[in-house]
């Protein structure tokens, strides 16, 4: 089976000190299918440097090699309130009730 050489748009979840020691990082993937479920993050577009309206997928974390990665990021990054959307997701989707 052949992996698609399509590039999708994704949100680097880990942190940069585990990114730059790591052969991979952790994404959540972005969808411009709009699904909404408890763990997808809605982003507007222009968010993120999006086209489209999109939702990140919290519970689909997965890890992706390094080199995969285009080098540049496709917009600026999200807003901090945005990002605390998609801390709380994430903590939700792996089963963390609360954090501080």
Excluded: Y
């Excluded at 979840?13 to 991979?24: D, K, M, Y």
């Excluded at 901090?80 to 792996?94: F, G, K, N, P, W």
């Amino acid at each position: 089976m052949r992996i698609s050489d399509e590039r999708r748009p994704a949100l680097i979840v880990s942190p940069l000190i585990r990114n730059t020691a790591a052969h991979a990082v952790l994404i959540a993937p972005i969808s411009s299918q709009l699904r909404f479920g408890p763990w997808h993050v809605p982003l507007k577009a222009g968010e993120g440097g999006l086209l489209r309206s999109s939702v990140v997928k919290c519970e689909d974390v997965q890890p992706v090699r390094r080199e995969l990665f285009n080098p540049r990021p496709i917009g600026g990054p999200l807003s901090a309130a945005r990002m605390e959307e998609i801390d709380r997701a994430l903590m939700s989707a792996v089963g963390i009730k609360s954090f501080s």
